[in-house]
C-alpha cells in the first residue's frame, strides 16, 4: 500500500558514517513498532536502490534494535515469564533502563564497524 515508499523516504542516502547510523536507528525503531520481518520486508527494495552498505545498515537495526529491548525480544518476554513464575519479581522499569543503555551502544558499535569494514573492503 506504499508504506515501503514512505518509509524508505526517511532513509538517509550515501554510504558516509551517519547516514549508515540514520539507516540502522530507522530501521531499529521500525522493527520494534511492526516486528523484524515485516519491518524488512518494508524497507528492503529501498535499501537495495541504496546500496550494499545501507542494505547491512538495515539488518544491524532490524536486528539489534529490538531483540535488545523488552517489547522486541521474544526470548526476554518468555525470560521474564519464567522468572516470575518462580517467584522472581522483575521491573519492567529494569528491562527498559538495560534496553535504553544497549541498543544504542550496541547499534552504534556494529554500525561503526560495518562503515570501517566499508571503507577497508571498498564496497
Do not use: F
Not at 558514517?17 to 518494508?42: M, S
Not at 537495526?61 to 535488545?68: A, I, K, T
Amino acid at each position: 500500500d506504499g508504506i515501503g515508499a514512505r518509509v524508505g523516504d526517511l532513509l538517509p542516502h550515501g554510504s558516509s558514517l551517519l547516514p549508515l547510523l540514520g539507516t540502522a536507528c530507522v530501521a531499529a525503531v521500525l522493527a520494534n513498532v511492526v516486528n523484524n520481518l515485516p519491518a524488512t520486508l518494508v524497507l528492503l527494495p529501498a535499501a537495495a536502490h541504496l546500496g550494499p552498505a545501507t542494505l547491512l545498515a538495515v539488518l544491524l537495526g532490524v536486528n539489534l534494535g529490538p531483540n535488545l529491548t523488552y517489547v522486541g525480544s521474544l526470548a526476554t518476554l518468555l525470560w521474564r515469564r519464567v522468572l516470575t513464575s518462580h517467584g522472581e519479581q522483575v521491573s519492567l522499569a529494569t528491562y527498559t533502563r538495560l534496553g535504553l543503555i544497549a541498543v544504542p551502544a550496541t547499534l552504534i558499535t556494529a554500525t561503526v564497524t560495518l562503515w570501517a569494514a566499508v571503507q577497508i573492503i571498498g564496497v
